[in-house]
């Protein structure tokens, strides 16, 4: 081979893609980069929004126990984050026929990124309204920030558990969870999607038995 030749040689794809510990750390990091990126557009965005902090109430609270108190979707968690888990089975579900392939820290960015998405919607105006007119819950006003961070995290949580549990015991939990919140406090993912759709007047009056 002569020198133009030799110049001349296209280079393999290992040959113009250096790879190294650092080109590793940094592919290794990116959906974690991605996913704090996420949190924190959420996080400005909600409070851009209005959102509020932390409870009005004065204090701080890991877990509320009464879905229909003034402090359910204030504090971090409450009955409502069992949904937000099963926001979780969902997702997994969904990226598990749709994107095979993809690594599962891309996918918990993927769900990370839907939540916030939804959690930035949910707190509009608009559907803060449509919650009011269409479901049993009257008084509400909005999630906090630190709910809404409790909620994303419950959804993290929910693709986790679902890649373990696989499809089967997945679709078990869900349907358990689900109807272990209806008997707990009337309500649950599926009936308040239900509502937002299709308000029903029975139901609502039903729920307001609780």
């Known amino acids: 081979m002569n020198i133009g030749e030799r110049s001349r040689r296209v280079p393999t794809s290992s040959e113009s893609r250096p790879e190294g510990p650092r080109d590793d750390a940094t592919w290794k990091a990116g959906p974690w980069l991605a996913i704090f990126a996420v949190l924190l557009a959420t996080i400005l965005q909600l409070h851009l929004q209005g959102r509020l ?66 959690e930035v919607v949910e707190n509009t105006n608009f559907v803060i309204q449509r919650y009011r007119e269409a479901t049993a819950a009257l008084g509400y006003t909005g999630d906090t920030v630190v709910n809404s961070l409790g909620d994303i995290a419950a959804c993290a949580l929910g693709l986790v558990l679902a890649r373990r549990l696989g499809l089967l015991r997945s679709v078990i939990l869900f349907a358990a969870t689900e109807l272990v919140l209806l008997v707990w406090i009337r309500d649950s993912l ?16 039903w729920q307001a038995g609780h």
């Open 53 to 118: 902090w932390v409870c009005s109430c004065g204090h701080f609270a890991l877990w509320v126990g009464d879905a229909w108190g003034h402090d359910t979707s204030q504090q971090l968690f409450d009955p409502y984050t069992f949904t937000h888990i099963l926001h979780g089975f969902v997702v997994c579900g969904v990226l598990a026929w749709g994107l095979p392939r993809m690594s599962w820290a891309w996918r918990l960015w993927i769900a990370v990124f839907a939540e916030s998405f939804w």
């Open 190 to 205: 599926l009936l308040n999607v239900l509502l937002l759709i299709y308000p029903s007047q029975k139901i609502r009056a």
